[in-house]
């Protein structure tokens, strides 16, 4: 297996330069000056010159992206165009807040998505619960997470006044005081830090989690179909097994290897979702910084974002890949 | 399950924080965008140069006169006094005594004003205006409380340079020195709020001065929230989230929705003036009955009711704006289509024209009028293919001059001749081929000598006569067509947030923000 995930790693590098590249070239190819995005309307033929100068852009494009190659290979993605910060120190602050929104969907998805998908297959085309089930999977597929996002601010925000508008919460004074060790020495302040980043979280991932469960309902349903018409289900019921038992012994732990076919994919849905929930509900993370990067043309953050995403993408795949083996003994690599 | 979520419930709901604190606390709760830089020097954005306001001062400021601020005078500030030599070259400020810098920088002294001062004529990377100081020929200390500025020719608007507002913002030098690129997010400056943290993406945290020359704000701290979208904003004024928001464009609708909710729109003069250069050396508009013809198809009242009724714009009477030294009203050729398109027959084009693209920028107000104007124009047979195109994107296309006419807007120093000289003065001019990135849109050479004789004129009248002539003389030529000045507009709270000046142009500003942010009040 160790040789298995050496290969998968060093195939993983020539995936990374290109993934790089292509993003060093489209953003280069993208209309827009960097420093005409920065400037605007009050930009000045003098500005525009120094500015472009100071940013290295007057350079060949290829002494760049030779440039920027080396750099990356050295974790030096270089500063932010716009606001000066270093790209790495950027987005390692950005990471955590698109993490736990990525995880806390995900756990509403598979606790929602997971169940309701299974029950769907096995009450399989019955008007009180499969179709329901199926509308409401649908629904969940065709409703946009910024509308269902911005519904869920008004009700809860704005009407009920029980969740913030806005913000990510204090999740840098809580990561902080789980550095310093403050965290044990206070656990009353860090659990009140903990406390609002969970205040500020629900609702975001309630929209997420809401839309990507409808694709995991339909993903844990087929795969769910698929198990219950093999063999082995059969041959579980003639023996007078109780269903409990069949779905929970027999047809859940088989549903595993497409279920984490799933989950890889649902990293990539989910990464790309907080692109619009960060923007919605106005949270810092990678997802709105990348996009107001490449709005703002503000190349280096931009790269170091994909960058970023490309590697978490591969990453779990990587684990994806690995953990069949665990799940399903049969399943050896060479 | 259901035992697990309410115990999960229970914990979150007594962790919440308590807003007592915040209560206790008079937080002032803005929403904006985020600011690219805390430097004063270094950002063109409006968001920064208005947070900028908070946290630094110049020598001089736009003056309060008859509980109204003016941007037609100014008054001392961190200088108390100043003179000019008899032949109007060299300035010589007197510094007030005991103005201290944020975090225990120490005094300003004129080694700070001259530092200030040589890292934008320098063009120390990153900052933008040194342009604006390139009148200075050099700058001396004569001692800790004087600075003496000589000029390289006389200079009638160098006082307004002097204001607390882009080039104008003095720095610590200490602390420029000892941070480095670090000063663009721990800024030292002598303005009544300090900065105290930045939460990127989400948050900047400001706190009073206690050792502000005209003391302490009543406001504790400023929240400056990163909301990019105007709904968002909306909501959390609504919800009493914020208090004072910093709107990126204001509509009828946003209007509606402020006042619906009972805040009220504080409208600073002059703000900015949109409007349409004519490229007179680019087919068709090189014909003056091309560009009269154009003028005739554009309703301006109509475009001004639609996007900003009432009192949220006016139309505009100069490409001068009111407010600006040397402003004059001018005539305009009035709405009249069946005129535009007998002119455009009498100039070879009887079915009128297409031009494919026009580029747009998808941003601000640039969207919203061109597709007002687009019908119009399409009224009188001049078709636009419009290709909407991200702003950065429009700002490249039309230094490229790939539109043959152009939307623009803008604000800058209140005076005639800064104003004209960066929209009309030939050395303005855009041109791929050089490299020159100016915004002379229209290609126009009419008025050089006359700018050049207006920045020598020591007589004010005089001055003034110079200019208005300029504005003649583009009356004549029918290269600009004013659309409407806009002010500079942020909604507030009025049960939460006072100011003493009237919301209707009470105030005049450069800053996109208030001009005097310590004298804002929380009410409870």
Same mark, same amino acid.
């Given at each position: 297996?160790?040789?298995?995930?050496?290969?998968?790693?060093?195939?993983?590098?020539?995936?990374?330069?290109?993934?790089?590249?292509?993003?060093?070239?489209?953003?280069?190819?993208?209309?827009?000056?960097?420093?005409?995005?920065?400037?605007?309307?009050?930009?000045?033929?003098?500005?525009?010159?120094?500015?472009?100068?100071?940013?290295?852009?007057?350079?060949?494009?290829?002494?760049?992206?030779?440039?920027?190659?080396?750099?990356?290979?050295?974790?030096?993605?270089?500063?932010?165009?716009?606001?000066?910060?270093?790209?790495?120190?950027?987005?390692?602050?950005?990471?955590?807040?698109?993490?736990?929104?990525?995880?806390?969907?995900?756990?509403?998805?598979?606790?929602?998505?997971?169940?309701?998908?299974?029950?769907?297959?096995?009450?399989?085309?019955?008007?009180?619960?499969?179709?329901?089930?199926?509308?409401?999977?649908?629904?969940?597929?065709?409703?946009?997470?910024?509308?269902?996002?911005?519904?869920?601010?008004?009700?809860?925000?704005?009407?009920?006044?029980?969740?913030?508008?806005?913000?990510?919460?204090?999740?840098?004074?809580?990561?902080?005081?789980?550095?310093?060790?403050?965290?044990?020495?206070?656990?009353?302040?860090?659990?009140?830090?903990?406390?609002?980043?969970?205040?500020?979280?629900?609702?975001?991932?309630?929209?997420?989690?809401?839309?990507?469960?409808?694709?995991?309902?339909?993903?844990?349903?087929?795969?769910?179909?698929?198990?219950?018409?093999?063999?082995?289900?059969?041959?579980?019921?003639?023996?007078?097994?109780?269903?409990?038992?069949?779905?929970?012994?027999?047809?859940?732990?088989?549903?595993?290897?497409?279920?984490?076919?799933?989950?890889?994919?649902?990293?990539?849905?989910?990464?790309?979702?907080?692109?619009?929930?960060?923007?919605?509900?106005?949270?810092?993370?990678?997802?709105?910084?990348?996009?107001?990067?490449?709005?703002?043309?503000?190349?280096?953050?931009?790269?170091?974002?994909?960058?970023?995403?490309?590697?978490?993408?591969?990453?779990?795949?990587?684990?994806?890949?690995?953990?069949?083996?665990?799940?399903?003994?049969?399943?050896?690599?060479? | 399950?259901?035992?697990?979520?309410?115990?999960?419930?229970?914990?979150?709901?007594?962790?919440?924080?308590?807003?007592?604190?915040?209560?206790?606390?008079?937080?002032?709760?803005?929403?904006?965008?985020?600011?690219? =830089?805390?430097?004063?020097?270094?950002?063109?954005?409006?968001?920064?140069?208005?947070?900028?306001?908070?946290?630094?001062?110049?020598?001089?400021?736009?003056?309060?006169?008859?509980?109204?601020?003016?941007?037609?005078?100014?008054?001392?500030?961190?200088?108390?006094?100043?003179?000019?030599?008899?032949?109007?070259?060299?300035?010589?400020?007197?510094?007030?005594?005991?103005?201290?810098?944020?975090?225990?920088?120490?005094?300003?002294?004129?080694?700070?004003?001259?530092?200030?001062?040589?890292?934008?004529?320098?063009?120390?990377?990153?900052?933008?205006?040194?342009?604006?100081?390139?009148?200075?020929?050099?700058?001396?200390?004569?001692?800790?409380?004087?600075?003496?500025?000589?000029?390289?020719?006389?200079?009638?608007?160098?006082?307004?340079?002097?204001?607390?507002?882009?080039?104008?913002?003095?720095?610590?030098?200490?602390?420029?020195?000892?941070?480095?690129?670090?000063?663009?997010?721990?800024?030292?400056?002598?303005?009544?709020?300090?900065?105290?943290?930045?939460?990127?993406?989400?948050?900047?945290?400001?706190?009073?001065?206690?050792?502000?020359?005209?003391?302490?704000?009543?406001?504790?701290?400023?929240?400056?929230?990163?909301?990019?979208?105007?709904?968002?904003?909306?909501?959390?004024?609504?919800?009493?989230?914020?208090?004072?928001?910093?709107?990126?464009?204001? =509509?009828?609708?946003?209007?509606?929705?402020?006042?619906?909710?009972?805040?009220?729109?504080?409208?600073?003069?002059?703000?900015?003036?949109?409007?349409?250069?004519?490229?007179?050396?680019?087919?068709?508009?090189?014909?003056?009955?091309?560009?009269?013809?154009?003028?005739?198809?554009?309703?301006?009242?109509?475009?001004?009711?639609?996007?900003?009724?009432?009192?949220?714009?006016?139309?505009?009477?100069?490409?001068?704006?009111?407010?600006?030294?040397?402003?004059?009203?001018?005539?305009?050729?009035?709405?009249?289509?069946?005129?535009?398109?007998?002119?455009?027959?009498?100039?070879?084009?009887?079915?009128?024209?297409?031009?494919?693209?026009?580029?747009?920028?998808?941003?601000?107000?640039?969207?919203?009028?061109?597709?007002?104007?687009?019908?119009?124009?399409?009224?009188?047979?001049?078709?636009?293919?419009?290709?909407?195109?991200?702003?950065?994107?429009?700002?490249?296309?039309?230094?490229?001059?790939?539109?043959?006419?152009?939307?623009?807007?803008?604000?800058?120093?209140?005076?005639?001749?800064?104003?004209?000289?960066?929209?009309?003065?030939?050395?303005?001019?855009?041109?791929?081929? =050089?490299?020159?990135?100016?915004?002379?849109?229209?290609?126009?050479?009419?008025?050089?000598?006359?700018?050049?004789?207006?920045?020598?004129?020591?007589?004010?009248?005089?001055?003034?006569?110079?200019?208005?002539?300029?504005?003649?003389?583009?009356?004549?030529?029918?290269?600009?067509?004013?659309?409407?000045?806009?002010?500079?507009?942020?909604?507030?709270?009025?049960?939460?947030?006072?100011?003493?000046?009237?919301?209707?142009?009470?105030?005049?500003?450069?800053?996109?923000?208030?001009?005097?942010?310590?004298?804002?009040?929380?009410?409870?």
């Amino acid at each position: 297996m160790i040789n298995y995930a050496l290969r998968r790693l060093l195939v993983a590098v020539p995936m990374l330069l290109g993934a790089m590249s292509i993003v060093f070239f489209a953003m280069r190819i993208l209309p827009g000056d960097p420093c005409m995005a920065m400037m605007g309307d009050q930009a000045t033929s003098g500005a525009l010159a120094d500015c472009s100068r100071n940013l290295g852009l007057n350079r060949p494009l290829a002494v760049q992206y030779v440039d920027y190659l080396w750099k990356s290979v050295r974790f030096d993605f270089g500063s932010s165009f716009r606001q000066g910060y270093p790209v790495s120190e950027y987005i390692g602050r950005m990471f955590p807040h698109t993490l736990v929104l990525v995880l806390a969907s995900a756990v509403v998805a598979a606790l929602v998505g997971i169940p309701i998908g299974i029950v769907s297959a096995l009450k399989r085309r019955s008007p009180l619960v499969d179709y329901p089930l199926r509308i409401f999977a649908l629904l969940g597929l065709s409703m946009p997470v910024f509308w269902l996002g911005i519904l869920l601010l008004i009700v809860f925000s704005l009407r009920l006044d029980l969740f913030p508008l806005i913000g990510g919460g204090d999740l840098d004074g809580a990561l902080a005081m789980l550095r310093s060790g403050e965290a044990f020495l206070y656990p009353r302040d860090f659990l009140a830090a903990v406390g609002d980043v969970l205040w500020h979280l629900a609702l975001p991932a309630l929209a997420l989690g809401f839309t990507l469960a409808a694709t995991v309902s339909r993903l844990s349903r087929s795969a769910m179909l698929e198990v219950i018409s093999q063999d082995y289900i059969r041959t579980a019921r003639s023996k007078g097994q109780s269903e409990r038992a069949v779905v929970y012994k027999h047809a859940l732990r088989n549903m595993m290897v497409p279920l984490l076919t799933i989950i890889g994919l649902f990293v990539a849905v989910a990464l790309t979702g907080t692109v619009l929930t960060e923007t919605v509900f106005t949270r810092p993370g990678l997802g709105k910084m990348l996009v107001d990067a490449i709005g703002a043309r503000d190349y280096p953050l931009a790269q170091g974002a994909i960058t970023v995403f490309t590697m978490i993408i591969i990453a779990v795949n990587l684990v994806v890949d690995l953990l069949y083996a665990v799940v399903d003994p049969r399943i050896t690599y060479r | 399950m259901l035992r697990i979520v309410v115990a999960i419930l229970v914990l979150v709901s007594t962790l919440i924080p308590h807003p007592a604190d915040a209560q206790r606390r008079k937080i002032l709760n803005i929403a904006a965008k985020e600011p690219d =830089t805390l430097d004063p020097h270094s950002s063109t954005l409006g968001q920064s140069q208005a947070i900028a306001r908070f946290m630094f001062r110049g020598l001089t400021r736009f003056a309060i006169k008859d509980g109204k601020v003016t941007t037609a005078e100014v008054e001392p500030d961190l200088a108390e006094s100043w003179t000019l030599s008899p032949e109007g070259t060299i300035w010589t400020f007197k510094l007030r005594k005991g103005v201290q810098f944020h975090k225990g920088f120490g005094e300003l002294t004129a080694e700070d004003v001259k530092f200030s001062f040589e890292r934008q004529i320098k063009k120390a990377p990153g900052t933008r205006y040194g342009v604006n100081l390139d009148v200075i020929k050099s700058i001396e200390v004569v001692d800790p409380h004087t600075v003496q500025i000589a000029l390289k020719s006389y200079d009638a608007i160098f006082l307004l340079r002097m204001v607390g507002y882009q080039q104008g913002y003095i720095v610590s030098k200490k602390a420029m020195e000892k941070m480095g690129d670090g000063f663009k997010w721990n800024p030292v400056g002598t303005g009544p709020f300090y900065f105290e943290r930045h939460s990127p993406r989400e948050k900047i945290v400001l706190k009073a001065f206690d050792k502000f020359p005209t003391g302490r704000p009543q406001i504790d701290e400023v929240h400056w929230f990163d909301v990019p979208e105007d709904a968002t904003k909306l909501i959390g004024l609504e919800k009493g989230t914020f208090d004072l928001l910093y709107p990126e464009v204001v =509509t009828c609708d946003f209007d509606d929705q402020v006042r619906k909710m009972g805040a009220v729109m504080d409208r600073r003069g002059p703000g900015s003036q949109e409007r349409f250069y004519l490229d007179m050396t680019h087919k068709p508009f090189d014909d003056i009955r091309v560009r009269k013809a154009f003028m005739h198809a554009i309703d301006r009242n109509a475009i001004k009711e639609t996007l900003y009724c009432r009192d949220l714009a006016r139309v505009a009477t100069s490409v001068v704006p009111a407010g600006y030294f040397g402003h004059v009203p001018m005539k305009f050729p009035e709405y009249n289509p069946e005129l535009a398109k007998k002119l455009l027959a009498e100039a070879g084009y009887p079915n009128g024209f297409t031009i494919k693209p026009y580029f747009i920028s998808k941003s601000f107000f640039y969207p919203k009028v061109l597709t007002l104007a687009q019908e119009q124009l399409k009224k009188v047979g001049i078709n636009l293919e419009l290709q909407v195109v991200e702003h950065a994107a429009y700002h490249d296309n039309i230094r490229k001059n790939l539109n043959p006419f152009v939307l623009y807007g803008g604000t800058r120093i209140t005076d005639a001749d800064p104003w004209l000289s960066l929209f009309f003065e030939s050395t303005e001019i855009p041109d791929p081929a =050089t490299g020159n990135k100016g915004t002379n849109f229209a290609h126009y050479k009419g008025i050089d000598d006359l700018l050049a004789a207006g920045r020598v004129e020591r007589d004010t009248k005089k001055r003034a006569a110079i200019y208005h002539e300029v504005q003649k003389r583009l009356e004549r030529d029918l290269v600009c067509l004013p659309l409407q000045d806009v002010p500079s507009q942020w909604a507030r709270n009025p049960k939460r947030v006072s100011t003493p000046f009237d919301p209707n142009y009470g105030e005049y500003s450069l800053h996109y923000s208030y001009n005097y942010p310590e004298l804002l009040k929380i009410l409870n």
